[in-house]
T-cell receptor
Framework: GENVEQHPSTLSVQEGDSAVIKCTYSDSASNYFPWYKQELGKRPQLIIDIRSNVGEKKDQRIAVTLNKTAKHFSLHITETQPEDSAVYFCAASTGNQFYFGTGTSLTVIP | ETGVTQTPRHLVMGMTNKKSLKCEQHLGHNAMYWYKQSAKKPLELMFVYSLEERVENNSVPSRFSPECPNSSHLFLHLHTLQPEDSALYLC????????????FGPGTRLTVL
């Protein structure tokens, strides 16, 4: 089955700096890669996703890049703000199956 | 209430009890999911339903029994659980299975004594 690895597990950045979270996957059949944000005590919410026919996608301060050859994808958050503090999960999907990473706890220091 | 709702929000049960978790989605979606979220572990997909038909069962112990009577409701029946089953159980829905955003419910915090 699919194996998704996510790094780092914790990340602290100064407000205004950029944050990068990286994930790797093992199944070349995976074709959908969503990123979810989960604030403390709240439900996960999708922040951005990318399909395997696209190499990069951007939405305001958030961007995701995908390298299918190397089987890795990354989340980039620019101009971080305190409200970006949360746990971020990457996932890889082959269709009905979703495999999540272990999460990255991001802290933005004011 | 809009979106995906789950009841109860908290549940404490003994190992010999039988209980059920309920999930309801008000989004008109055709796919529903059960996930288990444990500390320091990735979200684990347990079951996937598409139009009330189970399409995935990821080697989940039989003490967890899902039921999907219609596309808006999903249940997880619990029987003779173990303490290691204590976790946050999240329900989610999406328009279809596959390359679609999943909308999560608030979860049920389950504690097995």
């Amino acid at each position: 089955g699919e194996n998704v690895e996510q790094h780092p597990s914790t990340l602290s950045v100064q407000e205004g700096d950029s944050a990068v979270i990286k994930c790797t996957y093992s199944d070349s059949a995976s074709n959908y890669f969503p990123w979810y944000k989960q604030e403390l005590g709240k439900r996960p919410q999708l922040i951005i996703d990318i399909r395997s026919n696209v190499g990069e996608k951007k939405d305001q301060r958030i961007a995701v890049t995908l390298n299918k050859t190397a089987k890795h994808f990354s989340l980039h958050i620019t101009e971080t703000q305190p409200e970006d503090s949360a746990v971020y999960f990457c996932a890889a999907s082959t269709g009905n199956q979703f495999y999540f990473g272990t999460g990255t706890s991001l802290t933005v220091i004011p | 209430e809009t979106g995906v709702t789950q009841t109860p929000r908290h549940l404490v049960m003994g190992m010999t009890n039988k209980k059920s978790l309920k999930c309801e989605q008000h989004l008109g979606h055709n796919a529903m999911y059960w996930y288990k979220q444990s500390a320091k572990k990735p979200l684990e997909l347990m079951f996937v339903y598409s139009l009330e038909e189970r399409v995935e069962n990821n080697s989940v112990p039989s003490r967890f029994s899902p039921e999907c009577p219609n596309s808006s409701h999903l249940f997880l029946h619990l029987h003779t659980l173990q303490p290691e089953d204590s976790a946050l159980y999240l329900c989610a829905s999406s328009q279809q299975t596959g390359l679609h955003e999943q909308f999560f419910g608030p979860g049920t915090r389950l504690t097995v004594l």
